[in-house]
């Protein structure tokens, strides 16, 4: 927040339940973009580390209008997929509160590029580093929480503590698709198995879906239509996935497999096997029924495939093309 949010005690229109949005913007890498406020006695939390935001003017039709304004106004950021996160409550010294809407957002760009008009700087940090910083303990539950969101959306629980508390050396995060795993010591290592569709239509383009941007894994990122198998068989997820995620029904026995990506992001984290399955046929037309993973089905020319697209499913469509079934990435 900066200079220009409402401070608490401040009287609030009638009509108006918060006055006030920030943003919190991650990268898609496990780190969250902060703003190093001024050291200027009487401001919100002076010297400390805090979100880009800030109050509600009269031109202002929403409170996303608010922090879109105030995102282009401190630092000439532009963030389409801005949606709704969480209603937090800011304490004054005199104990008041004031309400302030949090918006939540993807951009991967590099600080130091940015105009900033308010404040230090602005740096991306990771939720385990936050503790040695100086800020709102509001504010770092804030992260910690939404962390905690993205994982569990992917995994189905919560990171390890080491990501929310402990702090590393660590600089980036292991995939978000493979946690780190040890080294096997003899021991059997689980590999984890995608199903990814492949689909061509009558002019020989091939179906890519664009993930959210607050996605834990390849936001704004083209993909494959896929998931990953549970208690089925690799066939079985796929035509599951492509009914639950963009209404198409499948015969398994219109399904053949055309190629498998068997890769690893870095030595030791865990393997993972994705399978690629054409479909010969199929009934219905690409529709968003999972908006919080894909926001856009696009059909693409092979030669022509948009950017960014998610590595592997390169590899994939030029397998295919070339008539291989296999490929290796990340291998040593």
Not at 111 to 118: F, G, K, S, V
Not at 173 to 196: M, Q, R, T, Y
Not at 246 to 274: F, N, S
Request: proline share 9%; net charge negative; hydrophobic share 35%.
């Amino acid at each position: 927040m900066n200079e220009e949010t409402s401070q608490p005690g401040s009287a609030l229109p009638p009509d108006l339940q918060q006055a006030n949005a920030s943003a919190l913007i991650h990268n898609g890498s496990g780190e969250y973009l902060l703003h190093l406020r001024d050291e200027i006695p009487g401001i919100w939390e002076p010297g400390s580390w805090s979100l880009l935001g800030g109050g509600r003017e009269p031109g202002d039709r929403s409170l996303e209008e608010t922090i879109r304004r105030e995102l282009r106004e401190e630092a000439g950021l532009d963030i389409p997929g801005l949606a709704p996160f969480a209603v937090e409550e800011a304490r004054g010294s005199d104990g008041t509160t004031v309400p302030i809407q949090i918006f939540a957002g993807h951009w991967a760009g590099d600080p130091a590029a940015l105009n900033l008009t308010e404040g230090v700087m602005l740096h991306w940090f990771r939720p385990d580093v936050l503790p040695r910083l100086r800020m709102a303990p509001s504010t770092r539950d804030l992260v910690r929480r939404h962390a905690e969101l993205l994982h569990a959306r992917h995994y189905g629980s919560a990171p390890p503590a080491a990501a929310t508390g402990t702090v590393t050396t660590a600089r980036r995060p292991p995939h978000p698709c493979a946690p780190s795993a040890p080294a096997s010591g003899g021991k059997a290592v689980l590999n984890v198995i995608g199903a990814h569709l492949y689909l061509e239509n009558t002019d020989g383009e091939i179906l890519l879906g664009l993930r959210h941007p607050d996605s834990a894994y390849a936001g704004q990122t083209w993909h494959f239509l896929a998931g990953h198998c549970e208690q089925e068989s690799a066939v079985a997820c796929l035509v599951r996935e492509a009914r639950e995620e963009a209404g198409l029904l499948i015969d398994p026995g219109d399904v053949e497999y055309v190629h498998a990506v068997h890769l690893v992001d870095a030595p030791g984290t865990q393997p993972r096997m994705q399978m690629v399955f054409r479909a010969r046929q199929w009934t219905g037309t690409p529709e968003i029924l999972e908006p919080d993973k894909c926001v856009r089905w696009s059909w693409w020319r092979p030669e022509a495939l948009p950017e960014p697209l998610v590595p592997y499913t390169r590899a994939a469509i030029d397998g295919i093309r070339a008539g291989r079934r296999y490929t290796e990435m990340g291998w040593t």
